[in-house]
């Protein structure tokens, strides 16, 4: 086997203890500035100002990495969603932050019948990855990947994904569907009830996939942001979930000073990055309504074999469904 082959076959290994690693963390006296409560709240004015930074400075990181090269292909996501090969045909997905595709092209290789819509709030970045995928040979990939410019935790996705009146469709269905449960029905298993495609929209999405994204959003946006993908989801859908979890080694780098919330940090580039505890996952989509389903910590080792150095990686892995 491959190292390649190798390291991806133990991927989802737990090579350490998240509680064992958290007690290290906590006992190190150079470590405490990250425990700490944060304070310094600025200046209604001036959060307007750091919001409307945020997506350019993503922007920016986007572009001075658009040769792709910069961003592995993320074939883990296979073993670790597997409801993206099983699922019924014609199956939509939502890719949000899709960046240079890393995440899209995976899935769409994973299963033929399978269509992903994915946003970005860079229009330079979205281009990128329509070369990057359109130069692949996946089957059909042309009619089944529609990239499209969106900066969702500010603006909210496009009517075209769901319009009102489906999302009121679906609030009605959860409605009957919670009544014939109580009064002892038997539920249509076969999923017939979800909107369909109609002349104002695609009748919304069976999966929302958030990798590695909510973590650029500002804390303070996250609520809303969780919501919208709720909202574009059909009952029943999935949403699947990784981020960077509490104690991961990029959180331990980061120096006291670029600390702008608890868990919250910004790059000298001007991005920003959340660290998840699970508790903080399980409130926030649970909060808008979601069913938890999984979530977990991933702790893996990771060796760099040129510098000799080990490192210990830790996400947090998260599957929520809307309910039916």
Same mark, same amino acid.
């Given at each position: ?6 390291? +991806? ?15 290290? %963390?906590? #006992?190190?006296? *150079?470590?405490?500035?990250? $425990? ?17 930074? #945020? ?18 292909? !993320? ?10 090969? *099983? ?27 399978? %269509? ?5 709030? *860079? ?8 070369? %990057? ?10 009619? !089944?990947?529609? @990239? ?9 996705? @496009? ?16 409605? +009957?569907? *919670?009544? /014939?449960? &109580? +009064? ?21 999405? #069976? ?10 959003? @500002? ?13 574009? =989801? ?13 104690? /991961?080694?990029?959180? =331990? ?15 000298? #580039? ?7 505890? $699970?508790?903080?996952? !399980? ?8 069913? +938890? =389903? ?10 760099? !074999?040129?510098?000799? &150095? ?11 469904? &809307?309910?039916?």
């Amino acid at each position: 086997m491959s190292a390649e082959a190798e390291a +991806e076959a133990e991927y989802f290994s737990k090579d350490f203890e998240w509680e064992t690693l958290r007690q290290e %963390i906590e #006992d190190n006296p *150079s470590y405490q500035y990250h $425990l700490l409560p944060f304070t310094c709240t600025p200046p209604s004015q001036q959060q307007e100002i750091q919001v409307s930074e #945020d997506s350019k400075a993503w922007k920016r990181f986007h572009l001075r990495h658009s040769s792709g090269k910069f961003f592995k292909e !993320r074939r883990y996501l296979l073993k670790e969603f597997p409801e993206l090969v *099983s699922c019924k045909e014609f199956s939509k997905v939502l890719e949000v932050g899709c960046g240079n595709g890393s995440s899209a092209i995976p899935i769409l290789r994973g299963n033929k019948d399978i %269509i992903v819509y994915a946003c970005d709030c *860079s229009s330079e970045t979205l281009e990128r990855a329509k070369e %990057i995928v359109h130069s692949t040979n996946i089957f059909a990939v042309q009619n !089944r990947f529609h @990239p499209f410019f969106c900066d969702f935790a500010f603006t909210g996705f @496009p009517k075209w994904l769901v319009c009102d009146s489906c999302v009121e469709s679906f609030s009605l269905k959860q409605q +009957e569907y *919670s009544s /014939d449960v &109580k +009064e002892g029905g038997v539920a249509d298993k076969s999923g017939s009830y979800l909107s369909r495609e109609c002349g104002c929209c695609i009748g919304g999405v #069976d999966f929302v996939s958030l990798i590695f994204t909510l973590s650029a959003v @500002p804390q303070k946006k996250m609520s809303s942001a969780i919501m919208e993908c709720f909202s574009v =989801l059909k009952p029943g859908g999935l949403l699947l979930f990784r981020d960077y979890g509490l104690y /991961d080694m990029t959180m =331990l780098r980061f120096e006291q000073e670029k600390r702008v919330g608890f868990r919250e940090y910004m790059r000298s #580039d001007g991005t920003r990055s959340y660290f998840f505890c $699970l508790d903080t996952v !399980r409130d926030l989509f649970v909060g808008v309504g979601f069913i +938890e =389903l999984e979530l977990e910590y991933c702790c893996v080792k990771s060796v760099n !074999r040129r510098k000799g &150095k080990s490192m210990q990686r830790v996400w947090v892995h998260g599957k929520f469904q &809307k309910p039916a």
